[in-house]
């Protein structure tokens, strides 16, 4: 890699606190396959937790592309946490 190629890399760390470390755990688990087989060469993305907070760690060839790689994350992770919201106020119909 020459030096002009390694100027055009951009970084972004984003850290996200769950309320507890299994929605974190779960979060984290629906992101795998994201992070396993990205569609755009030009970014990679890695995803840890620790406790109950998930770190992403973003690596672009530019802005544009660090722009839409976080807004992507972001909202599969909404998505990821609406679903689970909705699932933990889900009670099934018990007959009486």
Sequence with gaps: MSSED???????II????SSEKRAAIVL????PETEASPVQRSKVE???EGNVL??????TDT????ASINAY????????????GAEAFTPFRSE
């Design 6 to 12: 390694s100027m055009k890399e951009t970084k972004a």
């Design 47 to 49: 995803v840890k937790r």
């Design 15 to 18: 850290r996200i606190e769950f």
């Design 55 to 60: 770190i992403l760690s973003f690596k672009t």
């Design 29 to 32: 688990n629906a992101l795998k």
């Design 74 to 85: 972001t909202r599969w992770i909404k998505v990821i946490d609406d679903i689970l919201s």
């Design 64 to 67: 544009t592309v660090l722009r």
